[in-house]
């Protein structure tokens, strides 16, 4: 399943990642939707869901991230919707590990 996310807050090292691999964090936006795919192996056996999915969020609930590979690239995102059935855009769009 997908979530989608609207970024609020950005710490400014995302937007000075340039590492190859990495340079996707500078794309991160405040106000920006992002799409997020749940899959294995970082879906729960057990719950079938991924951690920080937001599942019981709705409203105005702030929920914390960190990017892999750069923890200093972290900020806060709304819980916008969950969908089952994924549409992710490849810009904007991430998976939670």
Same mark, same amino acid.
């Given at each position: 399943?997908? &979530?989608?996310? =609207? ?5 400014? /090292? ?14 991160? =936006?405040?106000?920006?939707? &992002? ?19 937001? /599942?019981?969020? /709705? ?32 810009? /904007? ?5």
């Amino acid at each position: 399943y997908c &979530v989608e996310f =609207r970024t609020e807050r950005l710490s400014q /090292h995302c937007a000075l990642e340039t590492r190859p691999y990495a340079r996707w964090m500078r794309y991160l =936006r405040e106000g920006h939707t &992002v799409c997020v795919t749940c899959q294995p192996p970082a879906m729960g056996a057990a719950t079938q869901r991924c951690a920080g999915d937001g /599942h019981n969020a /709705h409203g105005d609930k702030i929920l914390h991230w960190e990017a892999v590979g750069n923890s200093q690239c972290q900020g806060t995102w709304k819980k916008i919707r969950q969908l089952e059935h994924c549409s992710c855009p490849l810009v /904007h769009s991430f998976i939670f590990t």
